[in-house]
Antibody, heavy 123, light 108 residues
Framework: EVQLAQSGAEVKKPGESLRISCEAS????????IAWVRQVPGRGLEWLGV????????RYSPSFQGQVTISVDKSINTAYLQWSGLKASDTGIYFC????????????????WGQGTLVTVSA | EIVLTQSPGTLSMSPGERATLSCRAS???????FAWYQQKPGQAPRLLIY???SRATGIPDRFSGSGSETDFTLTINRLEPEDFAVYYC?????????FGQGTKVEIK
């Protein structure tokens, strides 16, 4: 079965760093892009960025460029999303998701989703 | 950035009725680059419709998509109890890919 399994919920203070993970199984990890999508009540779903595990080619949404870093470890079929200085506005649920394809550098429809990781940033 | 505006925000329906959900784009989109998702509480979104018209694997035929240019519609015929959820539209015609704010289909 094709699955994306995400790491557990996190509670952090402003300014702290964090890395959350997304482990893929059931398919060839290096042949599909992996994206990160945030969900915040009142802001809906927002795309952060996407990475191609084979060569770590990474594209970011302009809104999140410089705010987060996306990476992969091919040896363990895992993608990561990390922050070096969290803000309260980073609070939300973060999903990893697999786009079926990329359309001119833009991730297309997401057919597989992780279960989500709740990140809470509060003093 | 293409903005997607969904309406209504909430749809109060009874099981067995037909639901019609709208998504309007701020600029014209090719039908190839448009999709719909369903999300239930505590779950990740699930792909329903891709390429405006095509149902994803395992999606029942009571779900149908239509539209073109700036106006897109998701129709759910004969609502089943499991269809009460939030529905999102998505475009990926240009970067960044964006989603609508969602329409909640609730039981009347």
């Amino acid at each position: 079965e094709v699955q994306l399994a995400q790491s557990g919920a996190e509670v952090k203070k402003p300014g702290e760093s964090l890395r959350i993970s997304c482990e893929a199984s059931g398919y060839s990890f290096t042949t599909y892009w992996i994206a990160w999508v945030r969900q915040v009540p009142g802001r809906g779903l927002e795309w952060l960025g996407v990475i191609y595990p084979s060569d770590s080619d990474t594209r970011y949404s302009p809104s999140f460029q410089g705010q987060v870093t996306i990476s992969v470890d091919k040896s363990i079929n895992t993608a990561y999303l990390q922050w070096s200085g969290l803000k309260a506005s980073d609070t939300g649920i973060y999903f990893c998701a697999r786009p079926v394809h990329m359309a001119r550098g833009v991730p297309g429809t997401f057919d597989i989703w992780g279960q989500g990781t709740l990140v809470t940033v509060s003093a | 950035e293409i903005v997607l505006t969904q309406s209504p925000g909430t749809l109060s329906m009874s099981p067995g009725e037909r639901a019609t959900l709208s998504c309007r784009a701020s600029q014209s989109i090719s039908t190839s680059y448009f999709a719909w998702y369903q999300q239930k509480p505590g779950q990740a979104p699930r792909l329903l419709i891709y390429g405006t018209f095509s149902r994803a694997t395992g999606i029942p035929d009571r779900f149908s998509g239509s539209g073109s240019e700036t106006d897109f519609t998701l129709t759910i015929n004969r609502l089943e109890p499991e269809d009460f959820a939030v529905y999102y539209c998505q475009q990926f015609a240009s970067s960044p890919t964006t989603f609508g704010q969602g329409t909640k289909v609730e039981i009347k």
